[in-house]
């Protein structure tokens, strides 16, 4: 699920992905069969299936990509995991997963 709850533009997210445990490759997720997400201000939005078996308590990653500018982001502060951001379509994985390990 992601949120455009605090917005005051519509949310585009040109492509959102969701990944388990390493040696499963990343899955392209889709919101209403489109790769494409555009959320309204002030709502949520929920993917189709993924297609990601995973076992009780594996983490998994999701990753956005924002072509355009986003807002100020939100986060679930339940979640208790590291976020990342990068300026590109993709992020450095041994940086995050080095960020990642010293939040354990």
């Not at 499963?24 to 555009?38: F, I, V």
């Amino acid at each position: 699920m992601l949120s455009n709850e605090f917005g005051q533009t519509p949310l585009v997210i040109d492509t959102a992905t969701v990944s388990g445990a390493q040696g499963k490759p990343p899955r392209t997720t889709t919101l209403r069969g489109s790769a494409r997400w555009e959320i309204p201000p002030g709502q949520t939005a929920a993917s189709d299936p993924v297609p990601l078996p995973v076992a009780a308590g594996e983490e998994i990653a999701v990753t956005c990509y924002v072509a355009d500018t986003a807002g100020p982001a939100a986060f679930l502060p339940s979640a208790q995991r590291t976020g990342a951001r990068a300026l590109a379509d993709g992020i450095d994985l041994a940086i995050f997963r080095q960020d990642r390990a010293r939040h354990r």
